[in-house]
C-alpha cells in the first residue's frame, strides 16, 4: 500500500508587544528545545497546569511572572538564572507586531518568528527553532521501563514517600536516582496518572499548594 504524503500543518499566533518580551519567549522556548522536553513536561517539572508552557508559546498566557522563569530554570537544571534572558542585546521600547509560525511536520516542529518591520513594510524572520514530534515516541519507551517505574512508585507510595507534598521535579529525580538512569518525565507523568483516577486503594492526588501543584497521598482514602 502505497505511503500517504504527509502534508505540513501551519498554525499561526499572532501578538503585539515590546522587543525583550520575545527575547524572553525566545530563551524558554529554546532551553525547553534543547532539552529535549514537550511542553506538558515541562509543566509538570514547573509545577504547573499540564496546559501551562503550551499557553505560553500559542500567546494565550501573555505574561511571565519573573518567579515562573526562576521555577523553570530550577526545573531545567539551568545552570543560572540569567539564561533566562537575552544578554547584551539593546530593544526598542515599542510595541512591535509579531506573528508565530507552527508547523508541524512528519518528523519535527518548526517554529518561526516573524515580526513587522516598518521601514520594508513587510514581515521578516525573527528567529526559527525546530524542535522534535513530541507525539511520537522516538524515546522508544519500553514496556518494561513503565513496569519499573510503577513498580517504584508503588514502592514509596507504601513506604510513605507521598505523606509529604511532592512536586513533579522531586519525583522525576527520585525516579532517575532509583532506576539509575534518566527516565523521560513523559513516563513518570503516564505511571501518576492512574494513580490519581484510582477508585480503590491508596491514590494519590495532584493538589495546588502556594504557587504549584503537589503530589501527595490521599488522607481521605487509604484504605
Known amino acids: 500500500m502505497e505511503k500517504t504524503e504527509f502534508k505540513p500543518i501551519i498554525k499561526v499566533y499572532k501578538r503585539t508587544c515590546r ?8 530563551r524558554m522556548l529554546l532551553h525547553r528545545i ?18 501551562y508552557v503550551k499557553k505560553v508559546e500559542t500567546f494565550k498566557i501573555k505574561s511571565v511572572l519573573t518567579v515562573d522563569l526562576y521555577i523553570m530554570h530550577l526545573s ?6 540569567s539564561w533566562m534572558f537575552q ?21 519535527r516542529v518548526i517554529y518561526q518568528m516573524q515580526k513587522f518591520d516598518v521601514e520594508s513594510n513587510q514581515n521578516v524572520i525573527e528567529f526559527k527553532l525546530i524542535d522534535i514530534r513530541h507525539d511520537l515516541d522516538l524515546y522508544n519507551s519500553t514496556e518494561s521501563e513503565l513496569k ?15 505523606n509529604e507534598e511532592r512536586t513533579g521535579a522531586e519525583i522525576h529525580k527520585l525516579c532517575c536516582s532509583k532506576l539509575e538512569k534518566y527516565i523521560k518525565p513523559r513516563n513518570v507523568m503516564m505511571t501518576l ?10 491514590r494519590i492526588i495532584r493538589k495546588k499548594s502556594d504557587n504549584f501543584f503537589v503530589f501527595a497521598v490521599d488522607l481521605g482514602n487509604k484504605d
Open 19 to 26: 522587543e525583550k518580551e520575545t527575547y524572553i519567549y525566545y
Open 34 to 51: 534543547s532539552c529535549h522536553l514537550s511542553p506538558e513536561e515541562v509543566s509538570f517539572l514547573m509545577g504547573k497546569p499540564n496546559d
Open 76 to 81: 531545567l537544571e539551568l545552570e543560572s538564572m
Open 87 to 107: 544578554m547584551g542585546i539593546v530593544s526598542s521600547d515599542k510595541d512591535t507586531e509579531f506573528e508565530l509560525h507552527i508547523i508541524k511536520m512528519e518528523d
Open 148 to 162: 519499573d517505574i510503577k513498580s517504584l512508585i508503588d514502592e514509596q507510595l507504601v513506604a510513605g514517600y507521598f
Open 193 to 202: 496518572q492512574p494513580l490519581i483516577e484510582r477508585k480503590e486503594g491508596i
